[in-house]
């Protein structure tokens, strides 16, 4: 073998370089500059489509506040906020101060929770327990009775500067419960006037509540009249009425508006998505459609401050960050089909029809291009209707509750029908908000057996199943009237 073949000179190797070099090389800069080619062409393409986009959806998105305008609807929370009310007239105030009033002890706190567990028919006790419950809930409930006779209320949610009254919901919770075990301490201790006083004071704090535009404050209002609604079969086992007192309540019953308040709460509702989501598309906070949006509207990527966003989410955030003429598109597009899906919720929840229909019913926006990009199907607030009359269901069965009371106080017997007890109301006889017509209403020995048709709109006999968590059917198929029953 020769040295050359064996060992290859410079000037071989650079040869054999220039061989490789030419048509590899100069090929893949051919690549490399299509394929820059092709990333400007995208690039165009897509910040055209996002200048496009974002123009036909911000017309839009102003097209439906000028629509919501039009039908003098609020669209800031100062317009949907209610009327002020002085200091010394506002029931609040002294909300917040019965919530103080209560024992911090951790021992009567343990028993206060143990005894608001119990439901009927089984009672409360025992009664020492329920006795050393009441007392040290004597000084939150005198306060308590005073702020129910207050006409008005406005919660500290509404002012900006409350010089540190506040009132968390937590606290707002415990007020109805704890007048509830109070009512039946005293009713079981021979006191049944104060139990009505009580009672009373619970139906005052749901016609607050009910005063309330937002949805956090119309559940409250049914919690309580749901504690109403335990407290009073121990009253009228009793014998006794509160003479004009349970009259006073039958009005304050008959004034609640279940259904004008959760068609207000709605537009609450919507107000505060148009303050955060106007917000987002200043660039103030992040956009909604981040996992890290405000408050619960991160629409986008999982829904409430999702830890784990989807792929589309984490694309769209990258291309967002990128690109800020995509960004502004996504944002006005999301703006203008949620006005879309926030205008059906509204006129579903001022509409008729079966209330059930507000939890099974959902709107949603109609398609447009950013629709895919949307995770939810409907703003929050949807359910109000159903709320409102599972409130407005309690509300009739109390007032003829009250109505059959007083029958049988002035002939010695409850009536064999309604109609015989409708003079002793207050005002128009209620319906069945669930079927539009008169409660149910059955003699049983002494007693009787009211009751609301409930959600499948269906006569069950007043009978209402319990079903486990988790494996509950669905509610066509469950028996679920609301009865209200007075032994024997």
């Known amino acids: 073998m020769a040295h050359s073949e064996r060992f290859p000179t410079f000037r071989a190797m650079a040869a054999s370089g220039r061989r490789l070099r030419g048509p590899t090389f100069r090929g893949l800069w051919r690549r490399r500059r299509g394929i820059g080619l092709a990333a400007v062409v995208a690039f165009i393409v897509v910040l055209g489509w996002a200048m496009v986009l974002g123009s036909v959806s911000g017309r839009r998105y102003e097209a439906e506040l000028a629509a919501i305008r039009r039908r003098g609807e609020p669209l800031t929370l100062a317009e949907a906020a209610p009327r002020p009310v002085p200091n010394s007239q506002n029931a609040a105030l002294l909300y917040i101060k019965a919530a103080r009033l209560l024992p911090r002890d951790s021992r009567w706190r343990e028993d206060f929770l143990t005894l608001r567990r119990v439901q009927p028919p089984h009672p409360l006790g025992p009664a020492p327990i329920l006795a050393a419950v009441a007392k040290g809930a004597e000084p939150a409930v005198a306060v308590l009775r005073e702020a129910a006779r207050r006409e008005r209320c406005?919660?500290?949610?509404?002012?900006?500067?409350?010089?540190?009254?506040?009132?968390?919901?937590?606290?707002?919770?415990?007020?109805?419960?704890?007048?509830?075990?109070?009512?039946?301490?005293?009713?079981?201790?021979?006191?049944?006037?104060?139990?009505?006083?009580?009672?009373?004071?619970?139906?005052?704090?749901?016609?607050?509540?009910?005063?309330?535009?937002?949805?956090?404050?119309?559940?409250?209002?049914?919690?309580?009249?749901?504690?109403?609604?335990?407290?009073?079969?121990?009253?009228?086992?009793?014998?006794?009425?509160?003479?004009?007192?349970?009259?006073?309540?039958?009005?304050?019953?008959?004034?609640?508006?279940?259904?004008?308040?959760?068609?207000?709460?709605?537009?609450?509702?919507?107000?505060?998505?148009?303050?955060?989501?106007?917000?987002?598309?200043?660039?103030?906070?992040?956009?909604?459609?981040?996992?890290?949006?405000?408050?619960?509207?991160?629409?986008?990527?999982?829904?409430?401050?999702?830890?784990?966003?989807?792929?589309?989410?984490?694309t769209l955030r990258w291309f967002a960050g990128t690109f800020p003429?995509?960004?502004?598109?996504?944002?006005?597009?999301?703006?203008?089909?949620?006005?879309?899906?926030?205008?059906?919720?509204?006129?579903?929840?001022?509409?008729?029809?079966?209330?059930?229909?507000?939890?099974?019913?959902?709107?949603?926006?109609?398609?447009?291009?950013?629709?895919?990009?949307?995770c939810g199907d409907a703003p929050y607030g949807m359910s109000n209707r159903s709320l409102a009359a599972l409130s407005t269901a309690y509300a009739?069965?109390?007032?003829?509750?009250?109505?059959?009371?007083?029958?049988?106080?002035?002939?010695?017997?409850?009536?064999?029908?309604?109609?015989?007890?409708a003079p002793l109301l207050g005002g128009a006889p209620p319906l069945d908000p669930f079927s539009g017509k008169s409660l149910r209403y059955h003699r049983e020995g002494d007693g009787y057996l009211l009751y609301s048709v409930g959600r499948n709109g269906r006569d069950d006999g007043g009978v209402q199943d319990a079903f486990p968590r988790g494996g509950q059917p669905s509610r066509r198929e469950q028996r679920d009237d609301i009865s209200f029953r007075v032994p024997a």
């Open 154 to 314: 406005v919660f500290p949610w509404w002012s900006a500067s409350q010089d540190g009254r506040t009132l968390s919901l937590e606290s707002l919770n415990l007020l109805a419960p704890l007048l509830r075990v109070h009512g039946e301490a005293r009713a079981q201790s021979g006191d049944p006037q104060a139990g009505w006083k009580d009672l009373a004071a619970i139906v005052g704090l749901a016609r607050h509540l009910n005063q309330d535009p937002t949805s956090l404050s119309q559940t409250g209002s049914l919690v309580a009249l749901r504690m109403a609604r335990k407290l009073l079969p121990s009253l009228l086992a009793s014998g006794t009425l509160l003479g004009g007192g349970s009259r006073r309540i039958d009005r304050t019953l008959s004034e609640l508006n279940p259904e004008g308040m959760g068609y207000r709460a709605v537009l609450t509702e919507r107000c505060a998505w148009l303050q955060s989501f106007e917000l987002a598309r200043g660039g103030t906070v992040a956009p909604l459609w981040s996992h890290a949006g405000p408050g619960h509207l991160g629409w986008l990527g999982g829904g409430e401050q999702s830890e784990h966003p989807s792929w589309q989410a984490s």
């Open 325 to 374: 003429p995509l960004r502004q598109a996504l944002v006005a597009g999301e703006g203008a089909a949620y006005l879309q899906s926030w205008a059906r919720t509204v006129e579903f929840s001022r509409g008729s029809g079966p209330p059930w229909d507000a939890s099974d019913s959902i709107p949603t926006p109609r398609w447009s291009p950013w629709r895919p990009l949307l």
């Open 396 to 421: 009739a069965e109390m007032r003829w509750a009250l109505a059959l009371a007083r029958y049988r106080h002035q002939r010695g017997t409850y009536p064999s029908s309604l109609d015989q007890a």
